[in-house]
């Protein structure tokens, strides 16, 4: 059994993590991203789910809006999925944080399979839409394609 | 069973395909089809062969009021690996220490255990269970429960608090040695009355001095020690569990009656009860500890109310239980006045009737007024027997000792 503070660890790293990706977009994004973690900070509010997931869905539709054939752009897409994908996680494991045990050792794998499979997804459909609609992907992120593809491989792996 | 996830889901999908028509913007489509595909990963992730049973352990049925439980949770799963919610039933009035769920993935075969603390911090019975197993993908999307129905039942004692020597007459006594003084001539250490030695009389018991005074043998007689048999009346009638001062009016009272039968039983006597109120029901007067067990089972499941007035059920109940001249303990918050009907039927029929006066301090007006009202019973019943006007937050025991009309010697406070 562990603590649930690992979790919301991992979701503020995440969250520092994509503020490396809007470096050039800075002003806006810093000031959800630090709504988002001084929420994480100021934990178990009444509304803290639900405004974490308002503001990880409108990053998630600012960066998809704002599609590039760049490696930060599919970086900024594929975080924003992520961070996404992690708060439905949370709220779907902490919500009733104080009635249960969570046994993280064991969710930890599935999370990350899940996590990869969002990479899987996300990636390959924005750079398939992106050749289809004449935006022409550079070698490099068909590279980084191929690597996550690799590394959803391995998850799938570690999972049988 | 979808759930508030799928429901966040479905809103996403929506307003962003909505946005995408609005805006006339190709790119939303992408987000559009990615949630599509995320909500249909999850939803065929739930395993279709979902095989699992559980067992509870509890390390006792009986306990105490403060008293702490250890529960251990055993789910075994004999169908696919499932990632599953896990979460024990336990009653709301019961103090959970530890969460008394898990969140976990339970492999093929599995057998996983938890341990959950709860304390106790009402008298009553309790049912433990059943466990309840919610399977559902990692996103929380869909879930299945399954309610496995295995159940624990476990009781709850007042608290007793018995600090004290209860030494009180009686008129009738039963042909058992006990601790209560009787008519007869025993054993006792109580002495009686002088006697001329006859032959076969102890020689321990002659009295040298007054057999000098007299010129001829003399020898003491003492009184014989037997038990009593009694009945513990607990009134309830005219309570509610809606504010707090009667709640810890009843809750007093309870605890007194469970010190009060302790005692009496730790001093060989038959003890018998009767339970007024919402839950009415009594016990034949019997002795030893499988008699306080029984006393203390009915006393868990004492509650406030009024079905009948005291007067009918007693007067009914006790030339039943005990016979004329036994003691009876009619400890009362002195709510009903019904109380004064039922005292004077029962000295009638030749009982010795003490009325408890359970009194909790309040500085609310309310019950100062509730209180005038009450003191008017007390006023009443005082004119045809024993009242004693006992201080919920102190002994029973010394309250009753402390009335010099029921002491038979000067009470004395056990540390």
């Known amino acids: ?160 | 069973m979808y759930t508030k996830q799928f429901s966040i889901f479905i809103i996403a999908i929506i307003s962003t395909l909505l946005l995408a028509i609005i805006l006339e913007e190709w790119k939303l489509y992408l987000v559009v089809i990615i949630l599509i595909s995320e909500l249909f990963f999850s939803m065929i992730n739930i395993p279709e062969n979902i095989d699992i049973s559980a067992n509870i352990e509890i390390n006792g049925e009986r306990f105490y009021i403060n008293d702490e439980a250890a529960i251990k949770v055993l789910v075994h799963n004999k169908g696919d690996t499932v990632f599953a919610k896990i979460l024990l039933n336990i009653p709301s009035n019961v103090l959970a220490k530890d969460p008394h769920g898990l969140i976990t993935i339970l492999k093929r075969n599995e057998l996983r255990k938890f341990d959950i603390r709860i304390k106790f911090i009402e008298r009553g019975k309790y049912e433990i269970g059943p466990v309840n197993i919610i399977v559902q993908d990692i996103l929380g999307t869909i879930i299945k429960v399954i309610s496995i129905p295995i159940i624990k039942k476990v009781t709850v004692f007042p608290l007793i608090r018995s600090y004290g020597i209860l030494d009180l007459e009686a008129r009738r006594t039963g042909p058992w040695p006990g601790s209560i003084i009787s008519k007869r001539l025993g054993t006792s250490m109580e002495f009686h009355a002088l006697k001329d030695y006859i032959t076969g009389d102890d020689v321990r018991k002659i009295n040298w001095k007054a057999s000098a005074r007299f010129r001829r043998l003399i020898s003491n007689e003492y009184e014989s020690e037997n038990v009593t048999d009694s009945i513990i009346v607990i009134d309830a009638n005219n309570l509610t569990s809606k504010t707090e001062y009667e709640k810890r009016t009843l809750e007093a009272c309870v605890s007194g009656a469970a010190a009060l039968s302790y005692e009496l039983l730790a001093q060989g006597n038959r003890v018998g009860l009767i339970c007024l109120g919402g839950m009415r029901n009594w016990i034949k007067p019997g002795f030893g500890k499988r008699q306080l067990l029984k006393i203390l089972y009915m006393l868990a499941e004492v509650k406030p109310g009024k079905e009948l007035p005291a007067d009918q059920v007693l007067l009914l109940l006790t030339p039943y239980m005990i016979k004329s001249g036994s003691k009876i303990f009619f400890i009362s918050p002195l709510m009903d006045e019904s109380i004064i009907g039922a005292v004077e039927d029962l000295i009638r029929e030749g009982y010795s009737v003490i009325v408890i006066f359970a009194l909790c301090d309040s500085s609310d007006l309310s019950i100062e007024i509730l209180n005038l009202q009450r003191n008017i019973i007390k006023h009443n019943l005082l004119q045809i027997s024993n009242v004693v006007t006992w201080d919920c937050e102190t002994n029973i025991i010394k309250a009753l000792m402390m009335n010099t009309k029921l002491s038979r010697r000067r009470y004395h406070v056990q540390h």
């Open chain 1, 1 to 160: 059994m562990y603590s649930t503070s690992k979790l919301k660890i991992l979701l503020f790293i995440l969250l520092l993590i994509q503020i490396i990706f809007w470096i050039d977009n800075i002003s806006l994004m810093l000031s959800i991203f630090t709504t988002q973690a001084l929420l994480i900070l100021t934990i178990n509010k009444k509304y803290f789910y639900t405004i974490m997931l308002i503001l990880s869905f409108s990053v998630l539709i600012y960066a998809t809006l704002n599609i590039e054939t760049s490696i930060l752009s599919i970086l900024r897409i594929t975080s924003s999925y992520i961070v996404y994908t992690l708060i439905i996680i949370m709220i779907n494991l902490l919500k009733e944080e104080k009635q249960y045990w969570i046994d993280l050792s064991k969710l930890i794998p599935k999370i990350f399979f899940t996590i990869g499979i969002i990479i899987l997804f996300s990636v390959s459909i924005i750079l398939l839409s992106a050749s289809t609609l004449s935006i022409q992907p550079s070698y490099i992120d068909t590279i980084i394609l191929i690597i996550l593809i690799a590394i959803i491989l391995a998850l799938l792996a570690s999972q049988t």
